[in-house]
Nanobody, 115 residues
Framework: QVTLVESGGGLVQPGGSLRLSCTAS????????MGWFRQTPGNQRELVAT???????TYADSAQDRFTIFRDGPENEVALQMDNLKPEDTAVYFC?????????WGQGTQVTVSS
């Protein structure tokens, strides 16, 4: 069983920055792809960014040029650097880790962008 734990969420003013971090535990830490999704009430969970184990990154249009995803520290961690945050970035952010045969999700961390 894999457990993903997110951290780094919080309240930030528009234009500010946050760094989200996700750490996997409970199993072998090699994942082909890790990423971040976000969800707001009444909406579907949407992709923010992903990164493969060989460094290929994918970003949603809303995240392009403002967010950076990278594997941080050990191979079982992934981070999302969020800069120039906007109120519309407010959501619960979920860590996602995939390897053949399984999808794994964290419990989510709240990001609120407000003055």
């Amino acid at each position: 069983q894999v457990t993903l734990v997110e951290s780094g969420g919080g309240l930030v003013q528009p234009g500010g920055s946050l760094r989200l971090s996700c750490t996997a535990s409970g199993s072998i830490f090699v994942f082909n792809t890790m990423g971040w999704f976000r969800q707001t009430p009444g909406n579907q969970r949407e992709l923010v960014a992903t990164v493969t184990n060989w460094g290929k990154t994918t970003y949603a249009d809303s995240a392009q040029d403002r967010f950076t995803i990278f594997r941080d520290g050990p191979e079982n961690e992934v981070a999302l650097q969020m800069d120039n945050l906007k109120p519309e970035d407010t959501a619960v952010y979920f860590c996602w880790a995939w390897r053949p045969g399984e999808d794994n999700w964290g419990q989510g961390t709240q990001v609120t962008v407000s003055s």
